[in-house]
């Protein structure tokens, strides 16, 4: 049985989204949004950095998300979400698998400067200069989508779970005028049923 280790809101959405999309059964573990909640004993046994997620299947434990989305797809995915070896969209599935982190790591700064950091300390350069790089990030996304309603041209992917957990976090955090291509593919993954399931309320604790 897989066990996800979540905090609604972060990183871990992504894993969660996906393993709605591939119909598996999962334990979800909701932690906190806190650092006493990630740094417990207990969370620091599965992941020493005491961040989510952390997807642990029997021996196999994982805590990076562009992995763990390889994995899933790899183990149980028929072939409409991932791209295998030899497939021509192979090195764009992983190209957009992966490009999730350069959107993420821009939010996660201004999360930080948000959320984190005592206002008295926060830095209106480092928030002007992050809001911008995830801009740009996102307006990538949207050149790319010129012609095509997924970042893959043959359809729907787990690339579009990754990346579009970045257009979610940033329409929370910035302006996203102009971006309309953006807007109507970012429509599109939210009328889904998976990710909408990943967005409903849980309890702190753990579930099926």
Request: proline residues 4%; aromatic residues 8%.
């Amino acid at each position: 049985m897989i066990t996800l280790y979540h905090v609604a809101g972060a990183r871990s959405m992504r894993t969660l989204w996906l393993l709605h999309e591939l119909g598996v059964e999962f334990d979800l573990v909701t932690l906190a949004f806190s650092m006493e909640a990630l740094r417990t004993p207990e969370y620091l046994a599965v992941s020493k950095l005491g961040r989510v997620p952390a997807l642990v299947e029997g021996d196999v434990t994982m805590i990076e998300s562009g992995a763990i989305a390889q994995y899933l797809c790899e183990t149980y995915d028929d072939g409409t979400l991932h791209r295998p070896p030899g497939h021509k969209e192979r090195n764009e599935w992983l190209q957009w698998i992966h490009y999730a982190e350069t959107i993420a790591v821009h939010g996660a700064a201004l999360v930080q400067q948000k959320v984190f950091i005592k206002p008295d300390e926060r830095s209106p350069v480092v928030q002007k200069l992050e809001s911008r790089r995830l801009f740009k990030a996102l307006q990538v996304i949207d050149q790319h989508l010129d012609g095509r309603d997924y970042l893959l041209k043959s359809g729907f992917s787990a690339a579009d779970v990754n990346v579009g957990y970045g257009a979610h976090l940033a329409q929370e955090l910035i302006e996203l005028a102009g971006l309309e291509r953006l807007a109507d593919w970012y429509a599109r993954l939210t009328a889904r049923p998976a990710f909408q399931k990943a967005n409903e309320p849980s309890p702190l604790g753990e579930h099926s």
